[in-house]
Nanobody, 121 residues
């Protein structure tokens, strides 16, 4: 059974910083990609930042130069450091892991439960 557990989030003033963390655990062959999405009220879920299957890093244009995604491969963990936060960053942030369960090269999506990030004065 695979689990994706995320932590972090909360309330912060504009210009402040927060850090989110996410760890995948359980029985699986390997992690193909891992990253962060967010969903604001009334909007669709969107990619924030993440590692692709090729090992590249993608960022949404709206968070470039403010957010940094990092990973610890040995711990199957990714982090999202969010600086210079703006009210429009307010959303529920979800960790996503694309995981290959066995030797067959096919991935399955697993999601964390979500972390609320509120940027407000």
């Amino acid at each position: 059974q695979v689990q994706v557990v995320q932590s972090g989030g909360g309330l912060v003033q504009p210009g402040g910083s927060l850090r989110l963390s996410c760890a995948a655990s359980g029985s699986f062959f390997r992690i193909l990609s891992m990253g962060w999405y967010r969903q604001a009220p009334g909007k669709q879920r969107e990619l924030v930042a993440g590692f692709t299957r090729a090992g590249d890093i993608n960022y949404a244009d709206s968070v470039k130069d403010r957010f940094t995604v990092s990973r610890e491969n040995a711990q199957n963990t990714v982090h999202l450091q969010m600086n210079s936060l703006k009210p429009e960053d307010t959303a529920v942030y979800y960790c996503n892991a694309d995981i290959q369960l066995g030797p067959t090269p096919q991935g399955m999506d697993y999601w964390g439960k979500g972390s609320l990030v509120t940027v407000s004065s």
